[in-house]
């Protein structure tokens, strides 16, 4: 705060009175406005995700070079999806080689009786090691019926 107290009496000084005023009013909108499109931007990525999403969960199991990682790589490369029906809730589960330092939401695709599994990576902050994640999925399923379960892919 004293930072700031400062920066407006020597922008005073240059400026005049008046045009100190508006300068710090134009300033404090602009720092207002920037702050209200974060947050709204994360408004925009919560309220994206299906409804019938109960929850998405990443177990983080191992990074490059740790021992386990190979053997993990390999459930990996298996690419299977393990799907259990308990009652009225799917819960799917599978393992996926991420970013080490990126940050990811899950979201679901409902096509008739088609799920496509979707993990975003929301973060920009990417660095060059990779990790093997748990990716689990709860999903609503209120007709109790099988459904086909796919990862999606990009390719």
Do not use: W
């Amino acid at each position: 705060m004293p930072f700031i107290v400062a920066f407006r009496k020597k922008l005073c000084c240059y400026m005049g009175t008046n045009y100190c005023n508006i300068a710090c009013v134009f300033v404090g909108i602009l720092v207002f406005l920037s702050c209200n499109s974060i947050s709204s931007e994360k408004r925009q990525k919560n309220e994206s995700s299906n409804n019938k999403l109960l929850g998405f969960k990443l177990s983080y199991l191992a990074e490059l070079g740790d021992e386990k990682y190979d053997q993990l790589q390999k459930k990996v490369k298996k690419n299977s999806v393990e799907t259990k029906y308990i009652n009225d809730i799917i819960y799917v589960f599978y393992f996926e080689e991420l970013n080490a330092c990126g940050q990811y939401n899950g979201n679901i695709e409902i096509n008739a009786d088609t799920i496509r599994l979707k993990v975003n990576l929301t973060s920009y902050e990417v660095c060059t090691s990779t990790s093997i994640s748990k990716v689990t999925f709860l999903i609503d399923n209120p007709d109790e019926k099988n459904k086909i379960i796919l990862k999606y892919s990009k390719n």
